[in-house]
């Protein structure tokens, strides 16, 4: 026999509080559209924010739109309607979307901290370096690599035999609890998974330690102490929440076997498909003084405009 559709089971030690649970997530999914969705299109209409900083922003903002709107209205679909099953075909693209848009987030993250490293280590030549070119092209190489690194191993993963059982102990459809459900031996798989993942996770976070050690050897030769403590500041809350992406990644990703606990799994999840991208908004823009200045001008706009309709 042949699996056709999968049975999303959700938190296995949770499944007694699905209201709780769907109101949470329900919550955390709205906020991250909202505060992405006004960064993303700030940037696109105030000409002011046509930086490159904000250029990546705004693609970052895409990215945690995109990547919470895979996998969390499905759980949603679960606790509060009950439909818990998933397409084969489906389950497989959702697994696919989901690692391009993390692998796509991996390497914007590196680029990020690589623009700010230019911007404060380097600030007489930013302009000449990070041209508009520039950016579009390291963008583009995001986005594609990011699509093209799963790749194989999501091929690999189809040519597996699906015989049953088809409960996958997740929230959504990921690679570790597809691979324990599979009829044959997945090693390979997983070996494939890893090399991949490491190359993916480990190269992304070195350029970002990397970036942020010259960064603060940078800041601690800045003679004003209030601008090396904003500064530090600001790079120190960047580097806090990169790390809660990145370090849960690597724990799931980039290990010997697919076998773990689902509890385990399930919360350290939370981690990179929840809380980092409700996060993102916070830290990279909504404390920023351009973001809150074009957002109150948007804001002024809308209220004059509909004034005068008024009237």
Known sequence: ?????????????????????SCVLLCIYLFTLSGNGIIFFLVI?????????????SNLSFIDMTYTSVTIPKMLAKFLMNLDTISFTACFTQMYVFLSLAATECYLLAIMAYDRYIAICSPLHYQTIMTRQLCIILSMAAWCGGFAAPL????????????????????????????????????????????????????SFAVIVISYIK?????????SKGGRKKTFSTCASHFTVVSIFFLPIMFMYIRPTAS???????????LYTVLTPMMNPIIYSMRNKDIKLAFQKKIGFICTRSRLIAE
């Open 152 to 203: 194989t191993a999501t091929i690999l993963a189809l040519k597996l035999p699906f015989c049953g059982p088809n409960i996958i102990y997740h929230y959504y459809c990921d690679t570790p609890p597809l691979l324990q459900l599979a009829c044959a031996n997945t090693s390979f798989n997983v070996a494939v998974g890893s090399f991949v993942g490491a190359v993916v996770i480990l190269v």
């Open 260 to 270: 773990y606990s689902s509890d385990v799994d399930s919360m350290v999840s939370m």
């Open 215 to 223: 960064i603060i050897i940078a800041i601690l030769r800045i003679s």
């Open 45 to 57: 209409f105030d000409r002011h924010l046509h930086t490159p900083m904000y250029f990546f922003v």
């Open 1 to 21: 026999t042949h699996v056709a559709q999968f049975i999303i089971f959700g938190f296995p030690s949770l499944q007694n509080y699905h209201i709780l649970l």
